[in-house]
């Protein structure tokens, strides 16, 4: 079964640096790239980038470049999303996903983890 | 930035009727056409894809159309559990892959 999980809900102060992470099982972590996407408070879904693990290169969603750091150890099929300096505003909810392989290139998420929950707060 | 307007924003409707929700892309997005479920505290899950490929599991009553702007999402025979907040999403053009801002379907 394939599966994405995630590590726990955090709660940082404004300025704090912080890396979450996705653990990709049941599948071959190096076949398929991995997306994340954030959900505000009450809001929708936003595409924030994804990365390839075979090579770790990433693309970012213009709103989010400059703002979060997304890598991958593809050695423990893990792929991380990082700030250097959390604001109030980066308080949401981050799903990171797998990204299918049918479409030759980028597509669809056909799996996506349980979420991890960033709260950032004075 | 390719813009992706769901409507309508809430649907309410009967148990054992029909639900139609509507994706429209800001310009052609071929068949790269996405629908998500999220049900209140989960991750949301694939339904559609290809806009019209059903995702494996999902039930026969959820069926998806449309090609390049104008997209649908049909649910029939609706059910409690069908309760949720669908949302599209483009895989045309990137970055980013945009989503709609999602319609919330309420079972009345």
């Known amino acids: 079964e394939v599966q994405l999980v995630q590590s726990g809900a955090e709660v940082k102060k404004p300025g704090e640096s912080l890396t979450i992470s996705c653990q990709g099982s049941?599948?071959?972590?190096?076949?398929?790239?991995i997306t994340w996407v954030r959900q505000m408070p009450g809001k929708g879904l936003e595409w924030l980038g994804r990365?390839?693990?075979?090579?770790?290169?990433?693309a970012y969603s213009p709103s989010f470049q400059g703002h979060v750091t997304v890598s991958a150890d593809k050695s423990i099929s893990t792929a991380y999303l990082q700030w250097s300096s959390l604001k109030a505003s980066d308080t949401a909810v981050y799903y990171c996903?797998?990204?299918?392989?049918?479409?030759?290139?980028?597509?669809?998420?056909?799996?996506w983890g349980q979420g991890t929950l960033v709260t950032v707060s004075s | 930035e390719l813009v992706m307007t769901q409507s309508p924003a809430i649907l309410s409707v009967s148990p054992g009727e029909r639900a139609t929700l509507s994706c429209r892309a800001s310009?052609?997005?071929?068949?790269?056409l996405a629908w998500y479920q999220q049900k209140p505290g989960q991750a949301p899950r694939l339904l559609i894809y290809?806009?019209?490929a059903r995702a494996t599991g999902v039930p026969a009553r959820f069926s998806g159309s449309g090609f390049g702007t104008d997209f649908t999402l049909t649910i029939g025979s609706l059910q409690s559990e069908d309760s949720a907040v669908y949302y599209c999403?483009?895989?045309?053009?990137?970055?980013?892959?945009?989503f709609g801002q999602g319609t919330k379907l309420e079972i009345k």
């Open positions: 996903t797998r990204v299918a392989t049918d479409c030759g290139g980028d597509c669809y998420s056909s799996s």
């Open positions: 049941g599948y071959t972590f190096t076949s398929n790239y």
């Open positions: 990365i390839d693990p075979r090579d770790s290169y990433v």
């Open positions: 310009w052609s997005v071929n068949s790269n």
């Open positions: 290809g806009a019209s």
């Open positions: 999403q483009q895989y045309n053009m990137w970055p980013p892959y945009t």
